[in-house]
Structures are given as structure tokens and as C-alpha cells.
């Protein structure tokens, strides 16, 4: 049992020595960032902790639904056993953990808050502003603080005809240099995936898909491009994490969790839909920087802003997935927080 205690004592130890850091001998943070007590004693004691971005709080939804998702994907997290925590930089000071309060005001600044990436991070707490964080920048303050494990919607990627515009989401440089793993629902195939794809490689991060060998793409369960490693467990992927910690790789992992069944039908009316905007504008040769934004609308057009399977609308499916891969990456955390 001693040695058991010893071990258990020394894992501790090596999930949290990026956290050792950050405080002075008497607790006091060393750094500009702000724990909540609960994130904070969760860490101390090798809790699992789930990293949550705040952008889809400030810009994915009007309030009250926006402080509602919030919370509830929070209770999701709790209810899987882990601790959640919220980023936010809020008048200049990045937080990790939200309180109740904090929460309730990031949700009624709403679009005031600044999505912030990482490039951001630096200006918004210089001017002692409000920022609410995208994968690049939570991921960022995840790994500043010990938190290995992020669970989000969906990550950005490389744009369509990216290879000329060198459109490219920050959020797959950042996999390439945070340690931390990323639960997500891929990418939406507005995006151009395979690039997306290729692009991670090159920046030497896993990619693994969830319960399958296929890359997931938001909306539907199927990309047409296969992935390398496949995990069918929450156990499977903590020990991947393990594996990439105790290796000291320095980069990031992303696990693609295809959409529910439940949610299946709602998500193919929608991907057809982006399949026909697509096409449309091929035939209108709609191309380079204009193509994002003529997508973006037809799609919302062609859908009406909701799905009608399910009577679900295209935010509450965003939402069903955030709160999935919520309970999925809960439980990875707490595998990872056993080994």
C-alpha cells in the first residue's frame, strides 16, 4: 500500500509540475493568471480538470440561452467527475475557472468580450480588457496551469484554397506546440479537411478518432478521411496522453469524437446543405477570401437556421456537441487522473 501511495504520490507529481511553478512557497500565484479555489485545489490534489473555451459563451449565442449552455455543459463535466474550468480574461486578469458571477457577465458582454486566440493575449490584458477565449488561447492557459485535457465544439483548419491565401487556423499551430489533448467533434467540411490534415501532421500531432477510423466532420460522422489511431475507450486515450506527457513530445493531441446517433439526421440536413453551398460556389467561381463568408450564409440560408428532422436549430446542435464530447472528455480526464 506504501509504495501504491508513493506511486500515486509521484503521478501526482508529474501531471502537475507545470503548475508546481506558477506559485510561490506560500500559495501566492507568481503569474498574471487567476485560479478559481476549486480549480486550484482540484490540481493540487491530482483531480481531473477539464479545460472550456468561453467564445462559444460571448459569440455562439444570445443571453440567457448563452449563460444556460454554460452551465449546463459545467454540470456535465461534474456529473462525469471532473472538475470544470472555464477561461476568461476579464479586465485583464486570464481566469481559469469561472465563478457563477463571472460567468453571468462574460454572458451579457457577449459580443463586447474580444475572441481572443493566442496572438490576442497579450494586448487584451495590457489594456486591462475582456477576452473570450478560442482553442489557441485556452489551450495556452491550460497548459500554463497543468490542465491536459480541453474538450471543445469543433477546431478551426486550413480554408479552402487555403494553399494560396494561407488561411490557416491558429488553433492547428497551436496543436503543434501546447501538450495539451483537444476532445472536439473535428472539423466542419466547410473547412478543407484532408489539408487540415496534412497540415496537423506537419506539425506533429495525433490525431485520433473516437470509437472509429474515420475522421469525423461536425456535422456527420464521416470526412472520406481515415485517421491513423483509433481509441474506442476513455481509458484508451488517457493512456495516449500518458504516453505523450511521459515522452515530453511538447505538442498537442486531438481526439475527434463523431456526432451522436441521436443527433445524426439533423446533422446530415445540415451537411448536405454545405455540400450544395459548396457546389454553388464552385459553379460561381467564388473563390480565396470571399468563399468563407458566401458558405457561411448559404448555409444558413438553405437551412433556415434549423434542422428539420429535429426541430433542432444549427446552434443547438453545436450545443449538443459541445455537451458530448463534454461527458467523453469528463471521463478522459478521470481515467488519466487514475494512471
Known sequence: MASSALSRLSNINRHLKPTASLFDSDGASRMPVKISLEV????????????????????GMPYPQNLETAKEVEAIVRTNGAVPATVAILDGIPCIGLSIEQL?????????AQKTARRDIAHIVATKGNGATTVSATMFFASMVGIPVFVTGGIGGVHRHGENTMDIS??????????????SAGVKSILDI?????YLET????VAAYKTNEFPAFFTEKSGSKVHYRVDTPEDCAQLIDASIKLKLGTGILIAVPIPKEHAAS????????????????DKNIIGNAETPFLLARV??????????SRLSL??????LVKNNAAIGAKISVALAQI
Not at 42 to 58: K, Y
Not at 104 to 112: D, Y
Not at 194 to 198: I, K, N
Not at 203 to 206: E, K, Y
Request: glycine content about 8%; charged content about 20%; hydrophobic content about 45%.
Open 40 to 59: 486550484s485545489n482540484a490540481l493540487s490534489r491530482g483531480h481531473a480538470v477539464v479545460a472550456l473555451e468561453s467564445t462559444i459563451i460571448s459569440h
Open 104 to 112: 453571468e457577465r462574460l454572458a451579457i458582454l457577449g459580443t463586447q
Open 170 to 183: 491558429s488553433d492547428l499551430t497551436e496543436l503543434g506546440r501546447t501538450p495539451v489533448a483537444v476532445i
Open 194 to 198: 484532408p489539408r487540415t490534415l496534412e
Open 203 to 206: 506539425q506533429g500531432v495525433c
Open 267 to 282: 446533422g446530415s440536413l445540415i451537411e448536405s446543405a454545405i455540400q450544395l453551398a459548396l457546389k454553388e460556389a464552385r
Open 300 to 309: 444558413n440560408e438553405l437551412t433556415g437556421g434549423a434542422s428539420l428532422a
Open 315 to 320: 446552434t443547438a446542435l453545436d450545443i449538443a
